[in-house]
């Protein structure tokens, strides 16, 4: 499909489209790690938030700098950075998630040479008012950071108004889950993940344009519907892993929801468009579902996990991590649990290193999809 | 028994801590008391992590349980990989922390050292050490369905800013109002005062018992501070445990004043990075000490007093937010760096031992970094030694072996 197009070819080579983009507009590149990253600020400050998820290169450089107990994402990033490959970045923001993280936050830091490194130490739990306080000032001290960094102004009107592209560009991306789960045969998943990887790196003006041009030419197409197939939540974390997709789809599955933060969690939540900006856009992450290196109660995720189930008529769910990941790994026998009360057939698949993992995973999703 | 077992060596006798038995009832005193049922001794029970602020709890008359010490505990048993396969086979990654695994399995089976934890009534969690305690605490409140009470710390890579200050300090309060509404009683603010004190002074005398190993021949080696550590962990802000380390201090001291080591003969000093190898102390140690090689200091031990100078005596519950977030496992690796080159200039160390602690990531990442930094900034010898604190399948003694004897032949 044309319209995909443009997103596929970003998604083969998103480094080669940051550089070019940093030719074309004179901006600045900002890498980051997580959907906690307010990436608005840095839409506002004019410069390109970045998601860094490792471009699958072998680990040559990296471990000499981390052992080998550390998950692929993490190892992933530091290779490429090692090597080069991400020196068309200007800096560098850490949201404070997983233990991980915030080491490599710090090796990262004494190792490459970035101009602008952020921690941005957000509070772990979401539920309580001081928490909401306490990341309202890390967001406000973010701007400021980015301001002195680069020694530029962001006013509110520049705030605003990128928080206005965010909004959005969230809309569009839920449409295109409604889409999705209403008619699968007018965007494939493997399409649709796509379509937001590319959303996690493109400029955002362009990106909010895209979407829409997309969405009512995935409208107005007429193709066949599809013959019924087997409905499937995903959870867990896609920070960088194989086209888990493909091979749902070819093994007779359809994926209708996932809580991944590089899928729904990166849409999820509006952020008022009025009064306090940073206290809005601290809003949203307080009222979108945690990741699971947050807290917001002790049953949060895997309550949020079975309304999906419900709301989409799903069939079965699919667990699916990076092998040395603590915060999934240990949300996940509990989760499985609730799925096994209400009779939800689910399977779970680790992620080791990103090439190895495809055939394996073929086999085993064939396996499921026919026990379904 | 044979009579030669009998006959102890006057040798060995010598060198051995008197205090040792005294910390060993005190800790089965404590546990018995833990154990007790509740009816009879009206306390509540808390469980918390090893770094959490515990001195409320003490004001409160809440008994403090320490999953963490009972890992070690497990770990100490050679019971972790039994524990940590039967969270395995619940469904919990062998990736995982050993502690939490073990403690997770532990509290659904009948049994584990000492028969198992007392059940708690509360659940207090402070993150300053680790993401894997906030995860662990969420799998227990589920588990035994009470309250749970997170401190969150943001961790302090480069600083401790105003925003921080803020947030904990807000916290504190919120922790007090936290315990007064489960108890059902006022929190007694003058007994903070009291209990404080007990704490500065007991993590006080822990670090002068630390810096006795400053003389040569060094009165005791970080295998002993591991033992003893557990009285400022689990009783930290009593006046048990600065009554005890008064005297385990004047026991040391007099050990420096008779020329007593623990080593017969004291070559080489080390210092040790991150978490003993519970199941292995007494292998390590005497492996170590075959070579004359004395572990005299660690960053572990002194973790528990390493965030003291932002303590203010005067005003106690004012300064633990800050005090709590900036214990040095919640800081950046420069940080930690710095810590360690400090520890070996204080300690007159030839070589550093690092144990790459598959368990303990945020103590672990980083380590490869420190080790250059010491070899930049003093040019003394590191270890690297891949490991695990309880979990026993994650060690391979040969392999260690060849690598602590080549070690060794680099401090020659
Ligand atoms: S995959 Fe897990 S361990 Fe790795 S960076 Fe993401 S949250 Fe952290
Ligand atoms: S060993 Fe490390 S990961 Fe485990 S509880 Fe302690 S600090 Fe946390």
Redesign the pocket.
Known sequence: MERIGIFKQIVSNPYEYARNWKEKTGGKVIGN??SYTPEEVITAAGALPFRILGSGATISKANAFLQAY??S??RGALEDSLEGRLNFLDGTVFPH??D??QRLSDIWRMNTNYAFHADLIMPVKLDTESAEQYMTSVIRKFRKDLETGFGIRINDEMLQKAIQTSNQVRASLAKLYEIRKNSPEKIKSSELHAVFKASMVMDRNQLADALRELITFIENQKVAKKPDSKRIVLTG?L?SMPDIYDVIESSNGAVVWDDFCTGSRYFEGRIIEEGDLEKNIAQRYINRIV???KHSGIYARGNYLLEKIRENHADGVIFV??K?????SFDYPYMKEMLEKEGIPSMLFEIEEQASSGGQLQTRCEAFMEML | MTLTEKIKDPEKEKRKIKSDKKMRDLMTAYYIEAKTPKEQTGKKIAWITSGGPVEPLQVMDIIPVYPENYGAMIGASKMGVELCEKAEQMGYSSDLCSYARADIACATVNGGPIGGLPEPDMLICCNNICGTVLKWYEVQARYYKVPLFILDTPICHTEYNPDMKRYVTTQIQEYIDFLEKICGKRFDYDRMTEVGKLSIQGQRLWQEILDTTMNRPAPMTCFDAFFHLAMIVTLRGTKTAVDFYESLLAEMKERIAQGIGMLPQEKYRLVWDNLPVWYRLRWLSNKFASHSACLVADTYTSGWCSSMQYLDENDFLGSLAEMYTRIFLNTGTDIMADNIVKMVEKYEADGVVFHSNRSCKPYSLGQYDIQRIIQEKIGIPTLMIEADMSDERNFSESQIETRIDAFIEMLK
Not at chain 1, 324 to 328: A, K, L, M
């Open positions: 790690f997580c550390s998950c994402l993490v998630t997983c991980s993280i974390g920070c990741c699971p290196a991590f990076l040395f990941c603590d915060p999934h």
